[in-house]
């Protein structure tokens, strides 16, 4: 730490300060050939070197989240110390390593600056058009994360057109991959596998389950809402709480005597299990963990409540749709009478499989 250094301390200086160890090190972030020769003033030189190269800077800059980037341009452009909450972002303390920022520690505070040279750097950035690539390249970020949430999987052709239909500044492929790879090389919740972009937890099992959730959505339409609510699906807790969510929270509460403030975390695991379409035992497993067991009536009572909040929720193996807006699709494609043939409807066995795409039969699904 350089907490003796002012707020309007150089990088020379800031350097100046580490050990020959800590300088090495850096040198070796910034790829600084022959490094471990080097003495002292040796190394200073060539990390400054590598610190003012603008390609390294920008290359950092669009992978920092919000609170980094709102915070790293208001020092960058202010001639005060602003003030810092080391835990609204991990990427503080990976700009202080760095050097592109300098910590100023106070009473019982801490704020930081952009060093002069860095500033320099940025302003040149800023000039060339940064702030505009940045806003972009974030605006596909949140868009990936919210497909990977949503659909689980989605061709980068299918993405660029959704992107497009939405956003006035259009995108392509070819700057797709540019933008996101920076944010999967350093731990998105997405990636890329052939020419989709898939959840990351695919890479659990090294994507076998890929083909199989494309199998599972074949051809059904996919579900594209507004574009605020579209993004709302960035954040990986997000799913759209409706009646059934709040009646399953409360039965867990009034009849099974769970603590208030744990309902939103177990619907929250209920509704993951169930948009992976994992089966009912998963779940239930799932309520033991919690200590959470029923009597008959419960039970069945529980059920009840469980299928239609199953019913209700956006699966990835529907595209995104419930499985309630898949059979009313169904419905209207193949049960609504063809207009020069019968009106009699096609008639659905209660043993035959639901065609909402649950796996379940019919009786014990839509048919109930």
């Not at 610190?51 to 989240?65: A, K, Q, T």
């Amino acid at each position: 730490m350089s907490a003796e250094l002012s707020a309007t301390a150089t990088v020379e200086e800031i350097l100046a300060k580490k050990s020959v160890i800590e300088l090495r090190e850096l040198a070796r972030s910034f790829y600084v050939k022959g490094s471990s020769k080097m003495r002292k003033v040796e190394l200073i030189s060539e990390v400054k070197a590598a610190l003012m190269i603008p390609e390294r800077l920008e290359e950092l800059l669009y992978v920092l989240d919000s609170a980094a980037w709102q915070t790293f341009r208001k020092a960058a452009e202010s001639s005060e110390p602003v003030k810092l909450n080391l835990t609204e972002s991990r990427w503080y303390q990976i700009l202080h390593g760095l050097c592109y920022l300098h910590f100023i520690t106070g009473n019982r505070s801490l704020s930081c600056s952009v060093p002069p040279e860095i500033r320099t750097v940025y302003d040149s950035l800023v000039t060339d058009g940064l702030i505009q690539r940045k806003k972009h390249y974030d605006q596909l970020h949140l868009y990936a994360l919210a497909a990977a949430n949503l659909y689980g999987v989605i061709s980068q052709d299918d993405f660029v057109a959704l992107f497009n239909s939405q956003n006035e500044d259009n995108t392509s492929k070819e700057e797709l991959f540019d933008a996101l790879i920076r944010h999967i090389v350093v731990d998105a919740g997405y990636c890329f596998w052939d020419k989709y972009i898939v959840d990351i937890g695919f890479e659990d099992n090294s994507f076998a389950d890929v083909s199989d959730l494309l199998a599972q959505i074949g051809d059904k339409p996919r579900y594209i809402p507004e574009k605020k609510e579209f993004l709302k699906y960035a954040d990986w807790r997000y799913f759209e709480h409706n009646e059934h969510s709040r009646n399953l929270g409360d039965y867990l509460i009034h009849a099974c005597g769970v603590a208030p403030l744990l309902v939103p975390k177990i619907v929250t695991e209920l509704h993951e299990s169930c948009m992976l379409s994992e089966s009912f035992q998963n779940r239930f497993d799932l309520l033991a963990e919690h200590g959470i067991e029923f009597d008959g009536d419960q039970l069945n009572e529980f059920i009840r409540l469980l299928s239609a909040f199953d019913n209700s929720t956006r699966l990835w193996s529907n595209n995104g749709h419930s499985p309630n807006e898949i059979f009313s699709l169904y419905e209207q494609k193949n049960l609504s009478p063809h207009p020069n043939q019968s009106t009699k409807k096609a008639k659905i066995g209660r043993n035959d499989p639901c065609p909402c795409g649950s796996g379940l039969k019919y009786k014990k699904c839509c048919g109930r």
